[in-house]
């Protein structure tokens, strides 16, 4: 009988999570589908990039799935029915059946944690969001279209299958709601968020925000007339040099505002936070942080707690404003609704709750990976990042290929080796770290080497999407 494997999200970690089950089952009876809203994969870790004004290599999922006898399914999720064990797409073939279900539908920037920043801020945590930046710092058009199959596309191929993909371009499609790390969104965030968000309350990642829906990774918005006016501004405030604030002194916000600081020279760029800025590096990797903000002219304010965000820029919780021409928000996150809404047991964050094999407390035949997953890592529960999203999806892969064959699933072994950050094209710093997260001393590289270190350790992300090999990060049970 057919073992029905259904992965949710083909960002970093689930497209892991689809190779890699499709490749321990080889010549078996299961079948592995893998859900997205769009046919390609871009790496998230880029996306300052892209906002700047560079392009990103173009990843069809086809090509990545090629010979791996993986079924694509090119569909929103738009429900999970638990009872039944049926999944539920807004797009042919608007059904699918499973006997175990990967969730790996990720995350999204968090737009309702503070008044004003779903209405006037941009940010960088999809590909259609960094575009509209770039688009207001250049003038270039904005994203527009939808990326899902059009009427008389095939919206189900098989990996190898050479018929034309359904979908659009690598950069272009719907603003809405996305599954899994497609061209115009993405699984997770390959960065961790340290510092602390500069916001009044509590901006961390909540079930059900609206920022995220059930489709997976997100932002259900058009472009505002708020958002089209801030464009408006800067080029009009183009030959005095606009001001671009960016929010949060995460590893996020840092680079995008180095990125932005570098490319764009006319751009006064300050960089905004609630907590210190990348708290979480030692003392030796902050000061390069700094000492490279101030030769790029990035002005850094620490401990301000931020009340609102205006079409003139931010306003403080004590009332004084921040004047901006554009905002970018790289505070905070949201994780879809869809866990909790099925049913599924989930944190206060809204994360899905599993066990030490990656399987839903409350559901066993649920896996859970990647951002929307509380799993447990060195440390405390696994951060948001590609750092824990691959080797998360690779051992869920392992653990269901285990229980089909009848074994006992191994337990999940996820643990930390570094922090990198881009600090514009040639400077960079990374803090190499112990297996909880926390700095391995003054172990750290900074300038031209970070940045080479960490290119060559994003190309090699890419390449473990192609060949996800070897990769054991687990223990097996009473070892």
Known sequence: MTHRIVVLGAGYAGLAAAKRAAGRLRGTDARVTLVNAADRFVERVRLHQLAAGQALADLPLATLLEGTGVELVIARVTGIDLPTRRVRLDAAPYELSYDTLVYALGSGADLDGV??????????????????LRAALTGSPAPAGDARPQAGSPAVTVAGDARPQAGGPAVAGDARPQVGSPAVTFAGDARPQTGGPAVAGDARPRAGNPAVASGGVGLPREASPALAHGGDRLRAAAEGGPTVVVVGGGLTGIEAAAELAETHRNLKVELVTGDRVAANLSGRARLHLFRSFHRLGVKVREQVVIGEVTGEGLVLDDGRGLPADAVVWAAGFAVPGLAAQAGLATDARGRMIVDDTLRSVSHPEVFGVGDAAAAAAAGGLARMSCQTGIPMGLSAGNAIADLVAGRDPATARIRYVWTNISLGRRDGVTQFTRADDSPLGDA???????????????????????????????RRPGR
Not at 116 to 132: I, K, S, W, Y
């Open 444 to 474: 750290v590289l900074t300038g031209r080497a970070s940045a080479l270190f960490k290119e060559f350790i994003t190309r090699g992300t890419v390449l473990t999407m192609r060949h996800p090999g070897p990769y054991l990060p687990f």
């Open 115 to 132: 008044p004003g920043v779903r209405e006037h801020a941009f940010n960088v945590a999809t590909a259609d969001e960094a575009l509209r």
